[in-house]
């Protein structure tokens, strides 16, 4: 496993109204290795990246609550921007809600205020560790009942009509798909959508296979792809 010490300097954009969060972080991801670019807004956030390159940047730290556009919309823009980059968002709300609105705008992760730095720097090692090694080469295209997901394209339709999809629910899509008609243990989806660092956060997965249900089942309170194997995990319908 390669650590953000062992490779050049990451490059982590942090996005935040708050200027005494911002310093620590600087402070701290910059004693870790990190190189930290700043932003007191969205509106700041998106002029840097249409700027430059957003490839320059390997994370985003994304604060929820901003004056301006917000983070909701910042992180929508960012995503349509650089549908790779991963971006976590930060904020003080924790209910279900506000974590379902925020992963479904695109967010990778979710942290709470105030956090702990180490959770913090090893969920952004995880997130830049998962970015860079997801450009595997692409498999052919899977179909399974009227879903069809194109990985080199990463692509998904349903009965021929394009699914929206965040990179996360992708990612998840493809591993159920690719492992479809065997049951898939929680540590085992955490472990290889998330990473290791993930193996207990069962609510993330559940708040995914619910966005995954909603948008890809005709009944998500009567799921027919994505089913439930009760006190284990979840399987993937094989064929239909």
């Given at each position: 496993m390669t650590s953000v010490h062992e490779k050049a300097l990451a490059n982590i954009l942090v996005v935040d109204d708050e200027s005494s969060i911002r310093q620590a972080l600087r402070v701290t991801l910059g004693t870790l290795g990190f190189d930290v670019a700043e932003a007191a807004t969205g509106e700041q956030?998106?002029?840097l990246l249409r700027a430059g390159n957003p490839s320059n940047y390997d994370a985003v730290?994304?604060?929820?609550?901003?004056?301006?556009?917000?983070?909701?919309?910042?992180?929508?823009?960012i995503r349509r921007l650089s549908p790779r980059l991963p971006i976590?968002?930060?904020?003080?709300?924790?209910?279900?809600d506000d974590k379902v609105e925020a992963l479904d705008s695109g967010a990778d992760?979710?942290?709470t205020k105030p956090f702990h730095v180490r959770e913090l720097t090893a969920?952004?090692?995880a997130a830049i560790r998962r970015a860079n090694t997801t450009d595997l080469p692409a498999s052919s295209a899977l179909e399974i009942g009227a879903i069809r997901l194109d990985p080199e394209r990463r692509e998904v339709t349903k009965s021929g009509e394009p699914v929206h999809l965040t990179p996360k629910e992708f990612d998840l899509l493809h591993y159920f798909m690719s492992n479809a008609g065997k049951p898939l243990g929680h540590s085992r989806l955490l472990n290889a959508v998330w990473g290791s660092e993930y193996g207990g956060?069962?609510?993330?997965?559940?708040?995914?296979?619910?966005q995954l249900r909603r948008k890809l089942e005709d009944d998500p309170s009567?799921?027919?792809?994505?089913?439930?194997e009760m006190w284990f995990g979840y399987r993937f319908l094989g064929s239909l």
């Open positions: 956030a998106l002029a730290l994304l604060d929820m609550n901003m004056p301006g556009m917000g983070g909701m919309l910042t992180c929508r823009e976590l968002m930060l904020t003080i709300r924790d209910s279900q992760d979710y942290v969920r952004v090692r956060e069962l609510e993330y997965l559940r708040t995914f296979v619910r009567q799921p027919v792809y994505i089913l439930t």
